[in-house]
């Protein structure tokens, strides 16, 4: 099972970034999904969660209303859409699939079992 995040990069601030990450090895059409980051010197932290069927959606403070969370079952892909963005979102981004199937979008970091490399966002003021 692998999990391929992609799309970070270098923006400055107010730009926007979409972000995806692509599972292989199995689906993961029956499982929650969620986007974390970690920046310098921070502990990782969730961002998003979507559910399992992509009806439920979780976003933290900061981003909400700026980020979108989405996931296309038949590509086995989860996104995140990231607008007016700030020197603040600057981080690794990392995406992850629950543990078990048919999960709700419960910010709970410890459910999530699966875990993508990290793609780095770079926001410059």
Do not use: H
Request: aromatic share 12%; charged share 15%.
């Amino acid at each position: 099972v692998q999990l391929q995040a992609s799309g970070g990069g270098l923006v400055q601030a107010g730009g926007s970034l979409r972000l995806s990450c692509a599972a292989s090895g199995r689906s993961f059409s029956n499982y929650a999904m969620g986007w974390f980051r970690q920046a310098p010197g921070k502990e990782r932290a969730i961002v998003a969660t979507i559910n399992w069927t992509g009806g439920s959606t979780y976003y933290v403070d900061s981003v909400k209303g700026r980020f979108t969370i989405s996931k296309d079952n038949a590509k086995n892909t989860v996104y995140l859409q990231m607008n007016s963005l700030k020197p603040e979102d600057t981080a690794v981004y990392y995406c992850a699939a629950d543990s078990r199937p048919y999960g709700s979008s419960w910010p709970s970091s410890s459910r999530f079992g699966s875990w993508g490399q990290g793609t780095l966002v770079t926001v410059s003021s």
